[in-house]
């Protein structure tokens, strides 16, 4: 399977993903909070697991050692997140809803939606390049944090003042940008082994964030004795998922 087709069936299932916002409004909002932690778990855990199992070993042995160059790329990835992160939340609670017109919440979070679309292009993209095994642990690690992460984005496009349709449309559109990501990546790529010796390490960086930073925080808002040993079991199925690919390779 050509590098080019695996990258682009990828980034359009990720693309497609952003409908699965329609089971807001197919299941009970009361049972979708009940489940929406544990499948933040699982991402979480899908994400740590492909950092430490599969990109960061990838980027020590594109560099023969831990040298400087993958430290500062890591550092970059988790950087560039929290910058992206503070950037879409900054005006969140800053500007009352006008009249008549949408939240500016509803473009806040389309422009930081498409912004994270288009570096999961990239870094999907990257990942093939290196090997398909890494851009298929990449692939999944993407789809387990954009199910959950889809849901909320198309809940708080609702919230902020968006018809249904509207709201599908605008997500939809906006995850359309991974395939741009994806085929910057290729093209880059093809041309520059830099850009693939720094779009691993980055990935890495980024994905620690997300699942430390954004997603784990989450976790921690439920203590009950009984959600918090099911969170603990995805966290670990996540991981355990990510740690299976390497058995099977």
């Known amino acids: 399977m050509s590098v080019w087709f695996a990258t682009l069936v990828s980034v359009a299932v990720i693309s497609l993903i952003s409908l699965v916002g329609v089971l807001w409004l197919v299941l009970k909002r009361?049972?979708?909070?009940?489940?929406?932690?544990?499948?933040?778990?699982?991402?979480?855990?899908?994400?740590?697991?492909?950092?430490?199992?599969?990109?960061?070993?990838?980027?020590?042995?594109e560099a023969n050692s831990f040298d400087l160059r993958v430290s500062l790329s890591v550092l970059g990835g988790i950087l560039f997140f929290f910058l992206l992160e503070k950037i879409v939340r900054w005006r969140h609670c800053h500007i009352p809803t006008s009249q008549g017109h949408p939240h500016p919440l509803v473009y806040m979070n389309l422009i930081g939606d498409g912004a994270h679309n288009l570096i999961d292009g990239l870094v999907i993209g990257g990942s093939y390049l290196v090997d398909f095994k890494l851009g298929l642990a990449t692939t999944l690690a993407v789809i387990f944090h954009e199910i959950p992460q889809e849901i909320g984005d198309f809940g708080v496009l609702m919230y902020a003042g968006l018809n249904k349709t509207r709201a599908l449309l605008l997500n939809f559109l906006t995850a359309l940008l991974a395939i741009a990501g994806a085929l910057i990546a290729l093209m880059l790529g093809a041309t520059s082994q830099g850009f693939i010796?720094?779009?691993?390490?980055?990935?890495?960086?980024?994905?620690?964030?997300?699942?430390?930073?954004?997603?784990?925080?989450?976790?921690?808002?439920?203590?009950?004795?009984?959600?918090?040993?099911?969170?603990?079991?995805?966290?670990?199925?996540?991981?355990?998922?990510?740690?299976?690919?390497?058995i099977v390779e």
């Open 30 to 61: 009361v049972f979708l909070e009940r489940i929406l932690l544990t499948l933040v778990s699982f991402a979480a855990g899908a994400l740590l697991g492909d950092a430490f199992l599969h990109l960061l070993p990838e980027a020590v042995s």
């Open 197 to 246: 010796n720094v779009i691993i390490p980055f990935t890495a960086g980024g994905f620690l964030y997300i699942a430390t930073a954004d997603l784990m925080p989450e976790l921690h808002k439920e203590c009950r004795g009984g959600k918090t040993v099911i969170h603990f079991l995805a966290l670990v199925l996540g991981i355990g998922m990510m740690a299976l690919l390497l």
